[in-house]
T-cell receptor, first 116, second 115 residues
């Protein structure tokens, strides 16, 4: 595998289900991100992990719970979601350093989530 | 507050024609500027970025963009569009000294290419 991979690619779940999205980066990066992409809305940053420590959560509802066990893997645990949470969830990674605020983020293909 | 505006939701051009996608940003200081492309069913891919220096930046796939501070714009251009360029294009801005990963994205412009 190369780049950033995400599984599953499609997920349909009921509001009472618990599921997890998985992201893996094969680029040796030290920062990973979760984004939400909804129709007709801008891409929204949900969580940032830098060196496995969460640094941003942007007021995301607690029904979304991230986990970053190591610098290559990132999970998004989902429980009691609402239909309005249906969206494309994108994972990204980058190599961050103190010298630069921004380095290119490499995106995975996303998980298309539908909440019934 | 920072913001990014992409005024065109959907643009259709003929194959071989030139293309310009508009992006305006709002931020008081010098921004970092990006253009990403998203093909159907795919994640975002970086086309080009502007941090400083020459205001005309070259990217992949024959794209270029010009930073115009006076107009707060960072428009994306391509002289001759190919059918494979059909995709959605996103402009994004980040602030120097801002939070890591805190990019503000526009709503995107969907490009369709006529044969």
């Amino acid at each position: 595998e190369t780049g950033v991979t995400q599984t599953p690619r499609h997920l349909v779940m009921g509001m009472t289900n618990k599921k997890s999205l998985k992201c893996e980066q094969h680029l040796g990066h030290n920062a990973m991100y979760w984004y939400k992409q909804s129709a007709k809305k801008p891409l929204e940053l949900m969580f940032v992990y830098n060196f496995k420590e969460q640094t941003e959560n942007n007021s995301v509802p607690s029904r979304f719970s991230p986990e970053c066990p190591n610098s290559s893997h990132l999970f998004l645990h989902l429980h009691t979601l609402q239909p309005e949470d249906s969206a494309l969830y994108l994972c990204a990674s980058s190599q961050e350093s103190s010298e630069s605020s921004y380095n290119e983020q490499f995106f995975g293909p996303g998980t298309r989530l539908t909440v019934l | 507050a920072q913001s990014v505006t992409q005024p065109d939701i959907h643009i259709t051009v003929s194959e071989g024609a030139s293309l310009e996608l508009r992006c305006n940003y709002s931020y008081g200081a010098t921004p970092y500027l990006f253009w990403y492309v998203q093909s159907p069913g795919q994640g975002l891919q970086l086309l080009l970025k502007y941090f400083s220096g020459d205001t005309l930046v070259q990217g992949i796939k024959g794209f270029e963009a010009e930073f115009k501070r006076s107009q707060s714009s960072f428009n994306l251009r391509k002289p001759s569009v190919h059918w494979s360029d059909a995709a959605e294009y996103f402009c994004a801005v980040g602030a120097i000294g801002g939070s890591q990963g805190n990019l503000i994205f526009g709503k995107g412009t969907k490009l369709s290419v006529k044969p």
